[in-house]
């Protein structure tokens, strides 16, 4: 833990932004959870503990799956220390209650301890349940976490359950956007009775409503929760020192390669220049976790703008204008810092004296091959579900202007200001370390920039919508133009920047 404050003075503030704001949720938690301490609804507390509580402890669970986190402290680790296995797994789950989450859930069960400190008796068992809650999530945490190490122990399916993780919080998102705009004074109290009146005796729930049933006057129902709370981590505790074993005596697997026949892509692509850029970089999209996990969340980007929207009452005949042009955005952007995922193997076309041209027009091309069918079959199938074919045009348009565009400003700001990615061969989730980063002022501009110069042709579109559907085709005129002279642009201008700064780009490869 304390290397993380043994960095250069620029990523020490970021970690100590990072913990601020934790420790003020934290806090606010606190002193929330205080304050209930007068409140006199001790039912609806007691529900609303319980569920919030069920799901602190399924994230614990979950969270470490669904991201692949690498486990620091792996048992295998100490496998040629011959340490016994009850002391090792003693020690490792102890050692699971210095990590972040649990110093932080500390603080928060001591808020709930204050909440239910309302007699002798009352407060005696929310330490208790407070104690069990806190064993729980640590050991299951680590157990997450070990039987990820036995399931997942290559890469890439860490890789794909951080994807599905992802894609878990997307599909979460409007369900919890729904549940916070329903009806809470008609139908929110009964939910949340019948709730946790369910989870309060599941492992997820029985420690965290043992305090509040007993404060209701319950003692049967909390005596018993107590006990189920117990018998939770008993087994949990058995189930660590099972794993803590079995990955003792389990080496890391060792990933199976395939032979591999032809040259792949470089075979099918014509063999000049730009066409060995374009093999390597469809080469890279296929197999390199850093680009497909990007390409795979493209198109869970409408899923999150248009649900909202739809449970806000947003009518779904102008909902379906939204995806396309918002995976436009997000596809052109997608290679706004190519040339930094080369890493130093950039001494190749440094070295080889690559004209920045051919260099620009190659990497281009995996993303056109995906980006035009996507306009033409998506445009044709928004229009469809809205029901005006007049609006095709300018659909083409703006789509083609912001994919465009965006490819422009990508073309440039990839050779002129690369900044630090995650190295070949990590996970795409990783932080990089570096001394120096322009990547926010970057992304801004290359988010942007697209959106920007794409307003004439939204303006016809608009036009076309509230107007004169004449407008459609300017729309169309105004789209394809802009965005062929700022990918022209940008080709050009980042083809200069390429063969100046090749030095300085295989410097700045060296030094992430």
Known sequence: MSNLFRRNPGQIAGVVAGLLYALAVVVALLVSLVGLRFVGELTVIRDASTVAGSIVVLGFVLLPLAFGAEDGMDPRKFALLGLPNRQLSLGLGLAGLLGLPSLALTLVLLGTVVTWSRGFLETLLAIVAAALVLATCVLVSRLSMGMGALVLSTRRSREFTGVGGL???????????????????????????????????????????????????????????????????????????????????????????????????????????????????????????????????????????????????????????????????????TIHNDVAYDSTAIWLHVSSGMRGFADRIGRLLPTLSVGIPLIGLGSALSIYLYDDWAVLPSMLGVSTCIFLCGLGFASFTSARFPYPVAKPGDSPFAQPQASESSSPLTQSLTFLGPIVLALPAFAGAYLGLTSDPKWHVTALVWGVGIGLVVVITGVWAGGRAFERRGPDMLAAAQRA
């Open 167 to 333: 894609v878990l919080l997307v599909i979460i998102a409007p369900v919890v956007l729904l549940v916070v705009n329903s009806n809470w004074v008609w139908s929110g109290r009964s939910l949340l009775g019948d709730l946790s009146a369910i989870l309060g005796w599941t492992p997820l729930g029985a420690a965290w409503s043992v305090p509040g049933d007993a404060s209701t006057g319950l003692w049967g129902a909390a005596a018993l929760k107590l006990l189920v709370a117990a018998a939770t981590v008993g087994i949990l505790w058995l189930a660590w020192q099972a794993v803590v074993a079995r990955l003792i005596l389990t080496p890391g697997r060792e990933v199976l390669t395939r032979p591999n026949t032809g040259l792949g892509w470089f075979d099918r692509l014509p063999h000049n220049p730009i066409g060995a850029i374009a093999a390597r970089s469809l080469t890279y999209w296929a197999r390199d976790s850093r680009y497909w996990v990007s390409f795979l969340m493209i198109p869970v980007v409408p899923i999150i703008a248009v649900l909202p929207l739809a449970i806000a009452g947003v009518p779904l005949q102008w909902l379906a204008l939204l995806p396309v042009p918002l995976m436009c955005v997000f596809l052109g952007w």
